[in-house]
T-cell receptor
Framework: QQPVQSPQAVILREGEDAVINCSSSKALYSVHWYRQKHGEAPVFLMILLKGGEQKGHEKISASFNEKKQQSSLYLTASQLSYSGTYFCGTSAGNNRKLIWGLGTSLAVNP | DAGVIQSPRHEVTEMGQEVTLRCKPISGHDYLFWYRQTMMRGLELLIYFNNNVPIDDSGMPEDRFSAKMPNASFSTLKIQPSEPRDSAVYFC??????????FGPGTRLTVT
């Protein structure tokens, strides 16, 4: 099942914070976060693994609640360059098969 | 490194024609993924390879789709015959053991 992302879209002013959520109906092994700008390829931001290991972007943080099968991406002091669509990809096991959410569109205005 | 290379970048073809999409992964990466992206369905994993061997092809829509990886530096995704509903952006991505996937620029396929 495809994970559900919320909100679908958010508009911020530069400097504001945002939280993007990703929920799954299945037990998760890992959650991956990517950002895609219009007309470009997705770019890796963050991976969170079962057991707490986390690797990712220096200015973006995330959490992974294994019991609730949820992950949240925290964007603080947003910059114009943060604009784009954020996708979460989830895996149920220690493999490379990711199922992706439909994305959250983020627009940061001056 | 040049990153993941895909060709062509744009393809317009008529229904019923064969379409071949090509991908060159980042040198040294041992995983290769083919994705399809549409507005309605989002990003879908079609198939992925490890060390040139197909590991999971459960996302391949139907027998019209096939993918090969004859060596570590080249992969193809073929659609035969193509249909209008195949219109999408097709991405190839590669990765190492650390799970981070590097996506190519994509091929925008339009089937008329």
């Amino acid at each position: 099942q495809q994970p559900v992302q919320s909100p679908q879209a958010v508009i911020l002013r530069e400097g504001e914070d945002a939280v993007i959520n990703c929920s799954s109906s299945k037990a998760l092994y890992s959650v991956h976060w990517y950002r895609q700008k219009h007309g470009e390829a997705p770019v890796f931001l963050m991976i969170l693994l079962k057991g707490g290991e986390q690797k990712g972007h220096e200015k973006i943080s995330a959490s992974f609640n294994e019991k609730k099968q949820q992950s949240s991406l925290y964007l603080t002091a947003s910059q114009l360059s943060y604009s784009g669509t954020y996708f979460c990809g989830t895996s149920a096991g220690n493999n490379r098969k990711l199922i992706w959410g439909l994305g959250t569109s983020l627009a940061v205005n001056p | 490194d040049a990153g993941v290379i895909q060709s062509p970048r744009h393809e317009v073809t008529e229904m019923g024609q064969e379409v071949t999409l090509r991908c060159k992964p980042i040198s040294g990466h041992d995983y290769l993924f083919w994705y399809r992206q549409t507005m309605m369905r989002g990003l879908e994993l079609l198939i992925y390879f490890n060390n040139n061997v197909p590991i999971d092809d459960s996302g391949m829509p139907e027998d019209r789709f096939s993918a090969k990886m004859p060596n570590a530096s080249f992969s193809t995704l073929k659609i035969q015959p193509s249909e209008p509903r195949d219109s999408a952006v097709y991405f190839c991505a590669s990765s190492l053991l650390d799970h981070e996937q590097y996506f190519g620029p994509g091929t925008r396929l339009t089937v008329t």
